[in-house]
Structures are given as structure tokens and as C-alpha cells.
């Protein structure tokens, strides 16, 4: 961006209505983005007016999620600031105040109607097919009916005085000058009968208060842009630079929502996502910075972030592409030991730690499966082996290529051969387990496969050597010699 003011202070303005989403924390990053880019500061405020939708305990989970995918804020509810307070609850005589005054001004007023009168007028107007909203019917009472009005003490809600005629303009910095006709623009209101403001005027008052200089946010607050522009008019107030991010698009091209899955990051983070992937994956959705690189450091996200480079149109949410970025974390920019970090907990909650594990044999597990994790919780089943003795069935030892006594025969002088090895040595291991297939005429793939099984309990796992390096020398001949009685005994019955 061209003009950006210094200092640069953006903004996060979660509503505690539930769990933050994708498009939610996309915002975040562009906001967190534009600030760190700048050296500037990043706000984080609860936007908490719309009473009946809160849910409690929400803000300190959007905290949880925000931190978990590495935002932090220099100004915030639990934090303060200097603009504080950062919650929109407790701001209420702040609003009040600015109300009033443009009612003062004459550029809102007081309006009376009861919510069976609105309703009463939208039945009417959808029956005339006409278009619906508020007639301003209290905006032209008269001077007496106005002060016995207020003199009854009836329950009110203040609304702005939109001028009836001519156009406001709200410049996007994605998608410049927007233009909206007044005749197309209710008179909205700004302060509830419950004396909470409306998200349109807590958002102009608090921007404005707390110095914001740029406001990124999602492209659901473009067909209101209007009100903006003509409550800063109206207050007499800059207004800062606006920056709508594009909407996100399932595949299918239909707005992004529960049908396709997850949408709360939440549930991102259950599923196995690593924050590092998804925040990489989010700064760049509806992007675009080089055609040839996808995976950046934050702080090459930082250093690189321009609100030039952020697209208006759609961008689709490519659920494997990122399952793709996740996997490459893992298996390439995270250390062995950070990864090893992540999995235990859900080698844990799948019960197969005793606490006992060495955490060189942790990593030297997760060493060996990395390169197939995509997803976190992935790691559970292709490692299960080490934690726990395989049990496989004389079937599965035996498999489709040898007869059980072949089998039999061939683990049995494998588990010689490798008992009477000096040193527990892949490579060592491999040559005598290639010489023997030699010598017992099999092809290396049907001399290997029985003994997979038998030390996995599977037909698909890690390398056959690095595994028995692993579980070293006892584990391996017992497991040999484990399955070799089972095909055995199964050979007798
Ligand atoms: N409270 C609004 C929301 O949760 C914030 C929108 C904005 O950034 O202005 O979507």
C-alpha cells in the first residue's frame, strides 16, 4: 500500500459468538501481517454488543486459537493498552455519548417504533413487493409528539439520519472507490433500547478511539461500507484505509461452511494441522506472491507482506494443498525433536506410552515415519508396533506367496542368521537377509515380507532394517520367534 500511516495499528475484532473460522483467522493474519510489516501494532478487541449470540467462555478460546496459530497483540482485553478498555461491554457510555451527540447535531435521532410496528411494515412492504427496511417514520415527528416521546420514557433505539439523496463512497484498497446511492441506504440503527451499540457504530467509535489506521476484514462488511463513511463524515473524523480480503470458496465454489468439513480452526488443530502449516497456508490464501514458491518462514511472511499483492476475487480453500504444506512441515522444517514433541500426546491419548520410553527411542521412532505423516494423529497407527507386541494371524505371517512350512522355514533361519550377527547393523542385517534369499531361492520381496509382519504385525511399514534397528536385537528375535510358532501352531491344527 502506497500511503501507509505511520504508526500502523490494525486490528482483530473477534465476537465471543462461538469458535473462530478460517475466514476469521485469515483476517487476523492479514491484520497481524500489515502490522509487524510496518513495526506497528496489532489490537485485539472483543467485540461483544450482540448480547443474545454470546457464548460463554468464547474469548478466552479465540485467545487460545490465536495464539496457537502464533498471533500475538500488543493491546488487548487481559493485556490492556492505552486506548483500553478492549471490550466493547465495557465501552457502553462511550457509545452513549457519541450517539447523543449526533443526535445533538440532528444527524441521528431517537426512534420510537415497536418491533410490532417494524414487523407490521416489513409484512406490508413484502406484500406490496416492495423493498423492505425502516420508512423513517420517527425521523419526521413532530417537535411536540418528539418531547412527549422522550418525556414517557418508552423504550428507543437511536438511528442515523442517512441523507436522502446523493451517494457516499468508501475507497477499498483491493477494489477502490465503492460507491453507494442513499436511496439505497437505511437509516441503520446505532444504539440498541438496551444501550448497546450496534457493531456498525462500536466499530467507527472504537477504530477511531484507538487509532486505527487500517482496517482488514473480511468482504462480508462491503455491502455495508456506506455507514462507515457517513458516521466518520458525521463526526467529523479520517477515516482509516479499509482492506476487505476475498471470500473463501470451497472447491465446489460455494461460500466455505460445515458441508466441506471443518471450518473452525479449532478443529484444524484436533485434526492434526501443525499452526506453522496453517498460518503459512492462510497468509497466502488470496495472495499471490511468487508463482514458484509456496512454503515461507513467518518471518519471510512478515518481511514480504504487501496489501498490494492481496487478491479481490475468491480464493478456494484447497484442503489437500494444505494437507500437502502439513506434511512438508513435519517431514521438512520442523526439527525431529519438535515433531516428536507434537505426536506424543497422541501416541499418549491412543494408550500405547508407559512412560517408560527412552526419548531417544521417541525420536528415533519418529524418525522413521515422518516422511508419511501428513496429519499428526497419522503417526498413531504406523507406529503402533513399537509400543505394543504385534499380534498378527498365521494368515497375514504366511501371506499369499509362501506355504505355511515355507514360512516357517524361512523366519526360523532368519532369526539364526541375525542372532548370529556381531553387531546390530542395518546394513550388515540387509546383506545376510539378501544372501539367504539367495540361498533359499526366494526373491528378496517374499523372504522379506513374513518377516515384516512378524515384527509389525503389518504388511506396509517403515524399512524392514531400520525397523529391526529400532527395536533392536532382543525384540526383533523374540517377535521372529513369535510368529514363527504361530504359523507353526497353526500349521499343526
Ligand atoms: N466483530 C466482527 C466479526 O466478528 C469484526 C469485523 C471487523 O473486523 O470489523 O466479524
Known amino acids: 500500500m502506497a500511503d501507509a500511516r505511520s504508526p500502523v495499528r490494525t486490528r482483530m475484532a473477534p465476537s465471543p459468538t462461538g469458535l473462530l473460522h478460517i475466514g476469521n483467522v485469515r483476517t487476523a493474519i492479514f491484520d497481524w501481517l500489515l502490522a509487524r510489516h510496518h513495526g506497528g501494532q496489532f489490537v ?48 457502553k457510555e462511550i457509545y452513549i455519548e457519541h ?56 423504550p428507543s433505539v437511536i438511528r442515523f439520519a442517512v441523507p436522502l439523496e446523493g451517494e457516499t463512497h468508501l475507497t477499498d484498497a483491493l477494489r477502490g472507490v465503492l460507491t453507494y446511492r442513499h436511496e439505497t441506504v437505511q437509516d441503520f440503527v446505532m444504539l440498541k433500547s438496551d444501550g448497546f451499540p450496534t457493531y456498525h457504530f462500536a466499530v467507527v467509535i472504537d477504530d477511531h478511539l484507538m487509532q486505527i489506521s487500517h482496517v482488514v476484514r473480511g468482504p462480508e462488511y462491503i455491502s455495508t461500507g456506506a455507514r462507515d463513511t457517513l458516521l466518520h463524515q458525521a463526526l467529523d473524523w479520517q477515516q482509516p484505509e479499509y482492506v476487505h480480503g476475498s471470500e473463501i470458496l470451497a472447491p465446489d465454489r460455494k461460500r466455505l ?7 473452525a480452526v479449532l478443529e484444524f488443530r484436533e485434526m492434526g494441522f501443525v499452526p506453522e502449516a496453517l498460518f503459512n497456508f492462510l497468509a497466502l490464501l488470496g495472495a499471490a506472491y511468487s508463482a514458484d514458491r509456496e512454503i515461507y518462514s513467518r518471518e519471510e511472511l512478515v518481511a514480504m ?5 492481496l487478491h479481490p476475487t475468491p480464493a478456494i480453500f484447497d484442503r489437500t494443498k ?26 499418549d491419548r491412543a494408550g500405547l ?33 513399537f509400543f505394543r507386541e504385534p499380534e498378527p494371524s498365521a494368515e497375514l505371517v504366511v501371506g499369499k506367496k509362501l506355504t505355511p512350512e515355507g514360512a516357517h522355514h524361512a523366519i526360523q533361519t532368519a532369526r539364526k542368521r541375525l542372532e548370529a550377527l556381531d553387531e546390530w547393523d542395518e546394513a550388515m542385517m540387509e546383506s545376510r537377509m539378501r544372501e539367504l534369499a539367495e540361498q533359499l531361492d526366494l526373491k528378496v520381496g517374499v523372504l522379506f515380507a513374513p518377516l515384516r509382519v512378524a515384527l509389525t504385525g503389518k504388511t506396509v511399514a517403515p524399512g524392514l532394517f531400520e525397523t529391526m534397528r529400532v527395536l533392536g536385537h532382543e525384540r526383533t528375535l523374540e517377535r521372529l520367534t513369535r510368529a514363527a510358532e504361530t504359523v507353526s501352531g497353526a500349521h499343526v491344527a
Not at 486459537?65 to 502464533?70: D, S
Not at 414487523?119 to 419526521?140: I, K, M, V, W
Request: hydrophobic content about 35%; overall charge negative.
Open 44 to 91: 485485539l478487541r472483543v467485540e461483544d454488543t450482540d448480547r443474545a449470540r454470546l457464548v460463554p467462555g468464547s474469548v478466552e478460546v479465540m485467545m487460545d486459537t490465536l495464539r496457537w496459530i502464533g498471533l500475538d497483540w500488543d493491546e488487548g482485553p487481559e493485556i490492556g493498552g492505552p486506548f483500553g478498555p478492549y471490550v466493547q461491554s465495557e465501552r
Open 99 to 154: 450517539a447523543e451527540r449526533l443526535v445533538v447535531e440532528g444527524k441521528a435521532y431517537r426512534c420510537y417504533c415497536t418491533a410490532e410496528r417494524l414487523a407490521a411494515l416489513r409484512a406490508e412492504q413484502e406484500s406490496n413487493r416492495q423493498p423492505t427496511g425502516y420508512d423513517r417514520h420517527c425521523r419526521f415527528m413532530g417537535a411536540e409528539e418528539r418531547v412527549e416521546k422522550e418525556a414517557s420514557g418508552e
Open 257 to 263: 461452511g460445515k458441508r466441506h468439513g471443518a471450518t
Open 305 to 309: 507482506f504487501d496489501v498490494d499483492k
Open 322 to 347: 494444505l494437507e500437502w504444506m502439513n506434511g512438508h512441515y513435519i517431514n521438512h522444517i520442523l526439527t525431529l525433536s519438535d515433531v516428536t514433541d507434537r505426536c506424543v500426546p497422541y501416541l
Open 353 to 385: 506410552l508407559s512412560g517408560e520410553e527412552s526419548r531417544d527411542y521417541l525420536e528415533d521412532v519418529i524418525a522413521l515415519v515422518k516422511d508419511r505423516v501428513k496429519l499428526l494423529p497419522e503417526v498413531v497407527e504406523l507406529t503402533d508396533f
